[in-house]
């Protein structure tokens, strides 16, 4: 089966949404491929400039001059509820879309990133039904409230890696506290997002989500730079991040960074050897390896350390790249040509740094033109190496062993990042003194990756500023407002009575 022979088809262009009406955009015609096969599928027209601006004035319009953002609480539950039902009842060609760009799993899309997608909407519908205020009562005889509004106009970035289950946060944040928002998916992966909110304007207002398309360097740094954007919520990439907070900067713009990570896995000779091994695989190869809080850097207690790897090499061995759209296929194609080549050059760094390649590091050989390449783990030679301290952003893991929970500690704390981090062992004091030590946002213990929406989702260090869930989001989508009021009238004694 290929998409070729399947009815849904791909969009021949892809436009944007503004005011709940397509948009042309003015700018040059971006082609995009399909990374399985690495055929052109599509053609994206850039928003630019007056597009840009276009869509921000809709969204302003509708903000100030509309009754949405003073919509009961009964009646957005609704909407947001509706939101959801229109993902799932869409599910299937929604999910082939996002594997058409993507090249994710179609089997994950539609059991993972459809079901997140969709339930992102039911939980902020469920978030707000349940919010309540803050109030401080008699201090000196005031009664003095703290209203929450909306924050305005926000400006949403979402990357390529998961664009509708990440996308679709910031979207379901945004309106469940009452803004409006304008939408810019990375250039490489529009179409599930741009058929998202095709379907999303028969619920939504005109103006209330707005959708651009274009080159982050274009469309995206103009979103960012535009006057009436009120809140900036970016996920991607720490240097692209660096540069958007700097321009949103200019204008006090508060953002949200969710950005990258180089997360270690601590597996300690106390652990469940087999649920170790599985979360280690699972950490570092789900989602095609392009996750932000992939366990890249896999430590593990020297007295365990040579059977681990080999069983990890041997699980390797073993894993199916090949067809997104098969059943059996566990790891698919890299997002983009570009970024495939990216990954494999980590593999020429770490030969000259001294790393030994354990597996992979080439091409997948049986998959000539899409983007495909064989799931690969390296033996730092340190900490320092490139392929412990950057990036990757692909299935392409890398080992180091400790002696002790201090030096477990220190590896794990020794770089950059700080999103997330994993500690495999059965030993309590283990567990509490290692997750105790962590400088990441998060710590999973015993599980590969376990995303509790109440809770906040954020990294310390490069990985971030802000964090996303519950509370964070009502904090960051809403402006705070205090309202003092005195309990009786006040016997004032003014000036020049
Ligand atoms: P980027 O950080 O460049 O892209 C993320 C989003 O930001 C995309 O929508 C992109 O648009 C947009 N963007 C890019 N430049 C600007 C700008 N100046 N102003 C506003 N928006 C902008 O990711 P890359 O694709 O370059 O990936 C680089 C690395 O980032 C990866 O290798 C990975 O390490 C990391 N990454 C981390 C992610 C995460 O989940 N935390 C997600 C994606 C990447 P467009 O794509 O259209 O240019």
Redesign the pocket.
Known sequence: MSFFDNPIDPPKLTNGWINNETNHGSGIEIPIFYPATGQQVSVLVEDTGDDVDKAVMSARQTFDKSNWSKLSTEKRIEILEDCRQIILDNADELARLECLATGLILREIKGFHIQRAAYNFRFFAQYISQAHGERFDNTEGYLTLVNREPAGVVGL??????PLA?ATMKIAAAIAFGNCAVL?????TPFSLSKLVSLLKDILPPGVLNLIN????V???Q??AHPGIDRIS????????R??MM?AGKQLTPCTM????KSANIIFASADYERALDGALIGIYSNNG???LAGSRILVEDRIFDKFVNSFIERTKNITVGDPLKNETEIGPIASKQ?ME?ILSFANTAEKDGDEILVGGKKASDHKNGYFIEPTAVLAKSNNSKTCQE???GPFASFLSFKSEEEAINLANDTEFGLVSYVWSDHMPTIMKVSNAMRSGVVWINTPMMRELRAPFGGFGNSGVGREGGYSCEQFYTEEKTVSIPKSPLTLKGFGR
């Open positions: 970035i979402a990357p390529w890696n998961a990440l810019k998916p990375s250039e490489q274009g080159r982050g360097s469309t995206g740094s979103l960012v970016f996920t991607g990439g720490t240097v692209t991040g540069q958007v321009e969710e950005l990258g990570g392009q996750q932000c970024h990216r990036e990757i952003f």
